[in-house]
């Protein structure tokens, strides 16, 4: 969870946005935006950024393989061991 410390409000952004970049490379959490007094964006770093997309694909494409399992699709683990094995096999 985002701490208050890292909640700045509407007009801190429009006034120190080249700061905020900084903190963000320096800190690397997210920094809450508050309009009005009730948080309206979250903003984060790039790298930040692209290590939550690589998460999300990665548990989409878990649940995709579960949702195949599920549905009978795919193969077995020592189906899937037996053709890694082959594959070397014909790498040699």
């Known amino acids: 969870m985002t701490s208050i410390a890292n909640t700045k409000p509407i007009s801190y ?6 700061l905020l970049s900084e903190e963000l490379a320096h800190n ?6 508050t309009q009005n007094g009730v948080a309206s964006m979250v903003i984060e770093g790039f790298q ?13 494409i878990i649940a995709q393989g579960e949702q ?9 683990a020592q ?14």
């Open 13 to 18: 952004l429009e006034s120190h946005a080249a």
């Open 28 to 33: 690397g959490g997210p920094v809450v935006i």
């Open 48 to 60: 930040q950024f692209q290590a939550k997309e690589s998460l999300i694909a990665a548990l989409k």
């Open 68 to 76: 195949h399992r599920l549905q009978g699709q795919g193969i077995s």
């Open 79 to 92: 189906e899937s061991r037996r053709q890694l094995k082959v594959a070397r096999q014909s790498l040699v």
